[in-house]
């Protein structure tokens, strides 16, 4: 038995908001991309040629993001079961990769300028750094409206360009104020790389975080052994094996498992009870559980469980075999 309950208007209403967020953001980005690109030529700023770059990572990033969220709104088929909410996760771990790469090239670049340092214009940087700011600031609060990036990956990538390059124009505008006053260039680079640091770290989270979700590792916040604890203290509810919990998108996660039940009460109490637990407590919504007798079924039925070797074995055996063992 598969219990669901969905919000339908609410998440509408989420994903509609997001796509309007990700759609002004990518406009803004655009619009600002080509001015910045070209006050860093005519300045000869790293800093903002950086951005620039990181901006144009950025609409990319936000475009896929859009069409990735577009997408997952299509519905379920016979052969994806569970629809294109994954197109959201992987958007997110192709984005993270680019930041990564990108930072990557700061690196370099600034490696090179602080080798062999170069002219900087200071007034025009400083201009369209601060330009630059409010492009990114204006385009950083639409996405962050709701704080929805806090809860969906998808978002939360196109975010981090975004924020990089608000960084990007915060260093922009120091080291064109340092270079203004002192002349010294080197702080250019310098500011670069540092802030190419902080854009990585918060890659590398995201990064993490889709490849978490593509293995189907148990989210973080989900203790697995809390899960299988409530569920045994469910009356009637007397064993607990081949449990599993995964995020198919952000915000959607779901459960399957064995349940092992006595005669003291009817499968179909039980089944409420546990949904309710693992909605409550969890907030996990999608539920599969499949009912058993106490220890008895052979454990090459269990087939595929990953809690004991002979289980492990069945999974690997060939169907022919698999379905002899089942018979002996």
């Not at 992987?90 to 340092?117: K, T």
């Not at 975080?209 to 203790?223: F, G, Q, R, W, Y």
Request: glycine share 8%; net charge negative; charged share 15%.
């Amino acid at each position: 038995m598969h219990p669901h309950e969905h919000a339908h208007t609410p998440a509408s209403l989420r994903t509609e908001y997001k796509q309007r967020a990700l759609a002004w953001a990518l406009a803004i980005t655009l619009a600002f991309m080509l001015a910045e690109a070209l006050g860093g030529w005519l300045a000869g700023s790293l800093a903002l040629l950086a951005d620039a770059a990181h901006m144009a990572t950025d609409a990319a990033a936000l475009g896929l993001a859009l069409f990735a969220s577009w997408l997952a709104r299509r519905p379920p088929t016979p052969a994806r079961s569970y629809g294109f909410y994954r197109a959201e996760v992987l958007a997110a771990l192709a984005n993270a990769a680019v930041l990564v790469v990108v930072c990557a090239g700061i690196f370099w670049e600034a490696f090179q300028r602080l080798r062999h340092p170069q002219p900087v214009d200071a007034p025009l940087m400083l201009a369209v750094a601060v330009a630059g700011l409010g492009a990114n600031g204006a385009a950083a609060w639409v996405l962050t409206r709701g704080a929805l990036h806090r809860h969906d990956v998808n978002l939360r990538s196109a975010f981090l360009h975004v924020v990089g390059d608000l960084l990007g124009s915060v260093a922009a505008i120091a080291a064109g104020g340092i270079i203004w006053f002192t002349g010294w260039t080197p702080i250019d680079p310098l500011l670069s790389a540092a802030i190419g640091l902080l854009v990585l770290r918060s890659a590398w989270h995201v990064l993490w975080d889709s490849v978490e979700v593509l293995l189907e590792a148990t989210p973080a916040h989900i203790d697995p052994e809390a899960v299988r604890a409530a569920m045994l203290a469910v009356r009637g509810v007397v064993g607990v094996h081949d449990l599993h919990v995964w995020t198919v998108t952000s915000g959607f996660v779901a459960l399957s498992g064995h349940v092992e039940v006595d005669d003291s009460r009817v499968w179909p109490d039980v089944l409420l009870d546990l949904a309710r637990v693992l909605r409550d407590r969890f907030g996990i919504l999608h539920v599969t559980l499949q009912p058993e007798r106490p220890a008895s079924l052979p454990e090459a039925f269990r087939g595929c469980s990953l809690e004991s070797p002979e289980g492990l074995r069945s999974c690997l055996l060939p169907l022919d075999e698999a379905t002899t063992e089942l018979r002996r």
